[in-house]
């Protein structure tokens, strides 16, 4: 952008002093915004050409005055010229404190981070989960991390950051803290977040990530099969405990419920739907995006099940759910016992309602990402891609199509 600056001397009238001295001021005008202040000389009325703006005469005084005057000139030209090579903008406000000596405020990167996570903090059960600050968190130690072992300082300054830091951070995080593409992903993404910040605020006039380009590698989701879901349900195990987990992480096979959704669920989450049948009604807590979920019979055998367990009572909720790590800790316990040869993990349960529960059953794909609350059908995408069996019982009335000689038919007809 060309910056538009004019440089004009005047007297003030209205301001002459004791002496019967007119002040001489300096006018700077960027891109049509004008900033006024007293060059600290003085002129007698007559001597003063409003047209050369400067002090007519060859004394020693107007000669004095007119080279200081020339000076300040240049300087103001220098100013210009440091803000373009701090790559600051060239404006009104910048050019007021370079001429008045004040010096802008640093802006620090891992400051601005740790208000941006304090924020969060302060929001957890408003506007964020509780997960959200940890993932923050992590990032930012990763940050501070990367700033010493790059820079051997503790924080820099958010005008330093450009291309070379962006990248630099992403092999730090793949070669010393040994993260994978999705993970290194993530911790840029979340950086990035940092860095709109300080764009919205005007902090830093060029976005270090505009020719930076990083991309997630597709991960297959482990699921279930109907083979070892059934193997599950039929599955009875000397431990209540165990028991009680399997029953719960089934119920999310069922609902598509994650972890933190299940765990908050109450009666207040359960209404009659369109078809006179009971619903579930969740804002999800990963992205407050509303999932409507009729409930089927096992999920609500389930429910019927522990509705007078004593955590449910006392708590208002519907299952009595562990720890998010109890409960993973479990699953594999009962994996083991099952001889299901999957790591097996809560949010599996997830996609096994995703894929073997619903879209393998002819379920449309519009309907399951409504009930998993998407915001996205390319997220819900991710399911279907993995449904070669799916793909299989859909191809099969091809098949018969083309079966049973109907080809050679067709070609015969077409001859």
């Keep these: 952008m060309n910056t538009k600056l004019s440089i004009l ?12 001295l007119l002040p001489i001021f300096i006018r700077v005008t960027v891109n049509g915004e004008r900033i006024e202040f007293s060059t600290k000389r003085f002129t007698p009325s007559d001597k003063w050409s409003a047209e050369g703006n400067r002090m007519k005469g060859t004394s020693a005084e107007a000669r004095a005055t007119n080279s200081y005057l020339d000076t300040l000139k240049s300087k103001v030209y220098d100013y210009q010229q440091q803000l373009i090579r701090e790559d600051e903008l060239v404006n009104a406000e910048n050019m007021r404190n370079k001429i008045l000596g004040v010096e802008k405020r640093s802006h620090m990167i891992v400051g601005i981070f740790q208000q941006h996570n304090d924020e969060i903090k302060a929001l957890i059960g408003k506007d964020y989960a509780a997960a959200t600050l940890v993932r923050y968190e992590t990032s930012l130690k990763h940050t501070v991390d990367f700033i010493k072992w790059k820079y051997k300082a503790s924080d820099i300054d958010i005008r330093k950051i450009d291309h070379e830091f962006i990248t630099s951070y992403e092999f730090y995080l793949k070669s010393v803290c040994n993260c994978c593409q999705n993970t290194t992903s993530k911790y840029i993404k979340n950086f990035g977040k940092i860095i709109r910040i300080c ?16 991309k997630m590698v597709e991960v297959e989701r482990a699921f279930l099969s109907m083979e070892e879901i059934e193997t599950m349900l039929n599955k009875v195990f000397v431990s209540d405990r165990l028991n009680q987990v399997k029953d719960i992480f089934l ?6 419920l994650a972890y933190a959704d299940v765990k908050k669920l109450s009666r207040r989450n359960i209404a009659i739907g369109v078809d006179g049948e009971r619903w579930i009604y969740i804002n999800r807590t990963k992205t407050d995006t509303r999932s409507n979920i009729p409930i089927l019979p096992i999920a609500s055998f389930l429910l019927e099940k522990y509705k007078d367990h004593p955590q449910v009572v006392n708590q208002d909720k519907l299952l009595p759910i562990l720890s998010n790590q109890k409960m993973n800790s ?6 083991d016992v099952c001889e299901i040869n999957k790591e097996l993990t809560f949010h599996i349960a997830r996609h096994t309602f995703a894929t073997t529960v619903t879209l393998s059953n002819g379920v449309p794909i519009e309907s399951v990402s409504k009930m998993l609350g998407h915001k996205n059908l390319k997220t819900t995408q991710h399911y279907a891609k993995i449904l070669d069996l799916k793909v299989s019982d859909d191809m099969k009335i091809l098949k018969e199509k083309f079966g049973n000689g109907n080809l050679i038919n067709i070609k015969k007809s077409a001859g």
């Design 199 to 214: 764009l919205a605020n005007g902090w830093i006039q060029k976005n270090p990530f505009i020719n930076y380009k990083s």
């Design 9 to 20: 001397f005047f007297v003030k009238r209205t301001k002459t002093n004791i002496d019967g």
């Design 330 to 335: 479990y699953l594999k316990e009962i994996a």
């Design 251 to 256: 119920f999310s096979c069922f609902t598509g």
